[in-house]
């Protein structure tokens, strides 16, 4: 199990944190997604078949491209 933290700088309510850790879960090997409104972190922890790759490209998908990658 891998756990990444990525800045998502479009974050901005609630309804954002919503949307992202609803389709974050739905990506398969995807276990746990937690987003921060305040901080506007999304750290979630995955194992294959996801990838960051992936996750990244489903975030950009979605409208709420990956700003950074904080490293835990
Ligand atoms: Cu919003």
Do not use: N, R
């Not at 992202?20 to 879960?25: C, D, G, K, W």
């Not at 746990?32 to 750290?43: I, R």
């Amino acid at each position: 199990m891998t756990t990444v933290s990525y800045s998502v700088p479009a974050m901005h309510c609630d309804h954002c944190t919503h949307t992202i850790e609803t389709e974050l879960s739905e990506l398969q090997g995807v276990q746990s997604v937690k987003a921060d409104l305040e901080t506007k972190k999304v750290q979630i922890a995955f194992e294959t078949p996801a990838s960051e790759e992936k996750i990244k490209a489903l975030l950009a998908e979605i409208e709420y491209p990956v700003g950074g990658l904080i490293t835990l």
